[in-house]
């Protein structure tokens, strides 16, 4: 058992860490962090793409840089530590790009890799309707074939950057079966094609991150087909695989810099004079959420060395997203408990604490345990796929 | 970075099941449970053989120069087992305690013997109060000429009806950090008196140990006399990571046997885990699980190899795994339903070993707050 980097390991992490010391600086940070600031953001991928940081370890003749997944996770890693800004194309490079990459074809690959790396196309996924959340193999968008095309119609929800996204990776149906996993067929969308229409959706946060999306007979090449007519299932389920499981590597780490923050902000937070980490029932909770972040993080790395001695990732990655969802959560909440009245003002009153950013954070973090599979169905997955308990109606 | 076993490490886990499996069935350890020494000398020296008592020890002091992580897949594996044996308090408390102490000349003279199970050792630390810490010490030790002498009495130490050799913890300054002193102490010796307490896990007995101008020759300290907390808490942070291993393996066994029994009993035409109320719980319960042994084995990892990080590794590990292991047999023995609650059934050996884990070397509470200290919130 080894928890340590090895020797290249660490040059390559001091190499990302020196990068990020000369490339981010507060300004970029707080400007970058700004949900909505589009343009920040793409240029900030950008840069991190051409520093060599970006699709680590996707192939060098698609623009990736051809490494481990190890520095993969360090990139992450580092990035989190550094307070780095979200990727832009957060969909397109870790749900888009590996499931292209896995059931791809040359062309796809050659097409849509590149510039998804250098966020010069931003990517959105269509999986949920409004009938079809959790039960996701019950969708009834449909792809009809016609000719070299299929003529797709139906109505997709909560599709998150949908508005400025040039590709969509979209389940569709195209058997007539009502709910089966067979009839399902996944497409590439180009989001211009005529047809296409985006509504966006308001958040509790105020922002609209996600949005509605229309399909009305919408014609789609069939050079755009992932995997096979019918086999659509399969390829959703690399890209929730991913999802849940290579993402989480740096959810983590955010979750730890929440953490450092929240232990500040105890600290530095006075009623009357005495700092609030002084109460025992908070350190008592700012003590357990570092021990269970901390457990979620090797927890990750145990995950992570089965990968990397060949296994695939498996549905114990459920457990992960599974913690940091509810540990975001807390985190948030311990946070806002600790600020008293003042965890309630909101951007903008000169009173919020950090501009509101807490506030701002409590109110995001409730869709951690709904996006990207609810804590109720990750439990089924848990009982039934790992545990091998009987299925649950 | 590879944090998975070894492939010596699996063998070692596969050799331990095996052995436990046919020696220490749930059969064996109810007799245990009744038996006046509370473990099975026959079944130690096996153990013995097997070479596990000498797992974590230096090679000059009888050991195999293996690690804590080694010793916690063993460990775990006696968890799964509710092994009832002094194997924790001698190797993991008081044989760790020796080899962490840095007294060289101690560790030579009382290794040897707990490595080849000639002698078998613990700890005397809590006092009334019950604390486990260096201020619960109030039994003081005189120096005279060439001996110490011990008055007084400890409560909770493990495994002292069959220990030959007790370190006990001796106040000898008044000093709010320290002012401790360990002595070795030969439990033969005439005043020291043991007092088994009557105590929910009969698997894992606790004494009280009372000294009577108990004479203890000048060459017994471990350690530099008046800095003997410094010196324990080495020891402890390693026997920490002991019961946390040990109750990992326990709070496995509980899963298993819960989700067994979800698969086949049935009520309502079809099997309870089929029912989310039961199988979320069993989910919310792997999680547990699998974070109470990625913490154990990560600690056991950063104390092998000296991290600065490692006593707050220790610290979590504890912490963490006495919640869990509580937790997840509670809930083990709430899916049995009735059967659950009788003396029959083995869910309650698990949960009463469990509740020793989480109250032995201190609590959840305890450790929490040492988290909190050493990340000086
Ligand atoms: C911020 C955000 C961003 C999102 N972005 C995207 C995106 O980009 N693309 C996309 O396709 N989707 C996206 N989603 C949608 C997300 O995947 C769904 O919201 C999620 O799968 C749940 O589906 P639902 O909202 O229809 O809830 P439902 O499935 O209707 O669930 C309602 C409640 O019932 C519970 N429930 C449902 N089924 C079961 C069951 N079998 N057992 C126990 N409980 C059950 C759920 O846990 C939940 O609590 C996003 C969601 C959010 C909040
Ligand atoms: C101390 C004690 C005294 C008792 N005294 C008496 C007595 O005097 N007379 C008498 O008749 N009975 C008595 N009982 C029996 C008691 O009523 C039953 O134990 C109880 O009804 C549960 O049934 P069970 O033990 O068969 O568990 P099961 O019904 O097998 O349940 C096992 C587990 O599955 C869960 N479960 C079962 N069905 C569902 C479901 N549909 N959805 C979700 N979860 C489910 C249960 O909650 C439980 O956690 C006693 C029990 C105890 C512990």
Redesign the interface.
Same mark, same amino acid.
Request: no cysteine.
């Given at each position: 058992?080894?928890?340590?980097?090895?020797p290249e390991?660490a040059r390559f992490r001091d190499q990302v860490r020196g990068w990020l010391r000369d490339n981010l600086d507060d300004r970029t940070r707080e400007a970058a962090a700004g949900h909505d600031d589009i343009e920040l953001r793409r240029d900030w991928q950008r840069r991190v793409h051409e520093a060599g940081f970006a699709g680590v370890s996707w192939p060098r003749e698609l623009g990736g840089q051809g490494g481990t997944l190890?520095q993969e996770v360090i990139v992450n890693q580092e990035m989190a530590a550094a307070r780095a800004p979200d990727m832009l194309n957060v969909i397109g490079l870790y749900m888009a790009g590996p499931t292209i990459l896995a059931h791809g074809t040359p062309e796809q690959k050659a097409r849509h890799i590149p510039p998804l790396l250098r966020a010069d196309e931003i990517w959105c996924q269509g999986f949920s309707e409004p009938n079809s959340g959790s039960d996701l193999a019950s969708l009834r968008t449909r792809a009809v074939i016609d000719g070299d095309d299929f003529v797709v119609s139906g109505q997709k929800v909560w599709t998150t950057l949908a508005h400025v996204s040039r590709w969509c990776i979209l389940l569709t149906r195209t058997d007539s079966a009502e709910t089966a996993h067979a009839g399902l067929t996944y497409l590439i969308v180009d989001m211009q094609s005529p047809g296409v229409e985006v509504r966006p959706l308001r958040q509790i946060t105020g922002d609209a991150e996600f949005n509605e999306m229309y399909l009305t007979d919408v014609r789609v090449p069939r050079a755009n087909l992932l995997g096979a007519v019918g086999g659509g299932w399969r390829v959703a389920m690399t890209t929730l695989m991913h999802e849940r499981a290579t993402l989480g590597v740096g959810l983590q780490v955010r979750s730890r810099i929440a953490l450092d923050e929240l232990?500040a902000l105890? @600290?530095t937070t006075l009623v009357d004079g005495v700092p609030r980490?002084a109460d025992?029932v908070v @350190?008592?909770r700012?003590?357990?959420l570092?021990?269970?972040v901390?457990?979620?993080r090797?927890?990750g790395?145990?995950g992570?060395? @089965?990968v990397?001695?060949g296994e695939q990732p498996g549905p114990?990655g459920s457990?992960n997203k599974?913690?940091w969802s509810e540990l975001n959560q807390r985190i948030a909440e311990t946070a806002l408990d600790l600020l008293g009245p003042y965890g309630t003002l909101a951007e903008g009153e000169e009173r919020a604490p950090r501009n509101g950013r807490w506030a701002y954070g409590y109110l995001r973090s409730r869709a951690n345990s709904i996006e990207g599979g609810t804590s109720?169905v990750? @439990?089924?997955i848990?009982?039934?796929r790992?545990? #091998?308990?009987?299925? #649950?109606? | 970075m590879n944090v998975g076993l070894t492939d010596e490490q699996e063998l070692l886990r596969r050799q331990a099941r095996d052995f436990l499996d046919r020696e220490c069935p749930a059969a064996r350890v109810r007799q245990l449970m009744e038996d006046d020494l509370g473990h099975d000398p026959r079944m130690y020296a096996r153990m013995v053989e097997l070479g596990w008592t000498a797992i974590p020890f230096a090679e000059r002091h009888g050991g195999l120069g293996l690690g804590l992580v080694d010793l916690a897949v063993v460990l775990e594996e006696m968890g799964r087992h509710v092994v009832p044996s002094p194997f924790q308090s001698s190797v993991g408390l008081a044989g760790m305690t020796l080899a962490a102490s840095g007294d060289e000349a101690q560790a030579a003279r009382l290794l040897p013997s707990i490595c080849d199970g000639s002698q078998l050792a613990t700890v005397a630390l809590v006092e009334e109060s019950g604390r486990w810490d260096a201020g619960g010490v109030r039994m003081a030790a005189e120096r005279s000429s060439d001996a110490w002498l011990l008055h007084g009495e400890k409560l909770f130490v493990p495994d002292a009806q069959v220990a030959d050799r007790m370190i006990v913890a001796t106040r000898t300054a008044a000093d709010p950090a320290d002012g401790l002193t360990l002595l070795v102490v030969n439990t033969a010796a005439p005043g020291v008196t043991v007092r088994p307490l009557a105590s929910m896990d009969a698997t894992r007995r606790v004494a009280a140990v009372g000294f009577d101008a108990v004479e203890v020759p000048a060459d017994a300290v471990v350690g530099e006399p008046g800095r003997g907390w410094a010196t324990l808490r080495r020891g402890l942070d390693r026997a920490m990571v002991c019961i946390a291993a040990e109750l990992a393996g326990t709070a496995q066994r509980v899963l298993e046997m819960t989700v067994e029994y979800a698969r086949v009993r049935q009520q309502f035409g079809r099997p309870i885990g089929a029912y989310q109320a039961v199988s979320h719980r069993c989910a919310d319960m792997l999680v547990m699980v699998e974070s109470a042994r990625s913490l154990a084995y990560h600690a056991a990892w950063a104390l092998d190899n000296d991290v600065p990080e490692a006593p707050l590794a220790a610290a979590m590990a504890k912490a963490y795994a006495g919640d869990a292991a509580r937790s997840v047999a509670s809930n083990g023995l709430q899916l049995h339903g009735g059967i659950g609650f009788t003396w029959e059934h083995d869910i309650h050996l698990h949960l009463k070993r469990a509740k020793w884990g989480e109250a032995t070397l201190g609590d959840a509470t305890h450790h929490r707050e040492r988290v909190a200290q050493l990340l000086e919130l």
């Open positions: 058992m080894d928890f340590s980097l090895s390991e190890m232990r105890a @600290r980490s025992p @350190r008592q700012i003590a357990q570092v021990i269970e901390e457990a979620m090797i927890n790395l145990r992570l060395s @089965r990397l001695q114990e457990v599974l913690m109720e990750l @439990r089924n848990l009982a039934e790992v545990l #091998g308990l009987p299925r #649950g109606r | -």
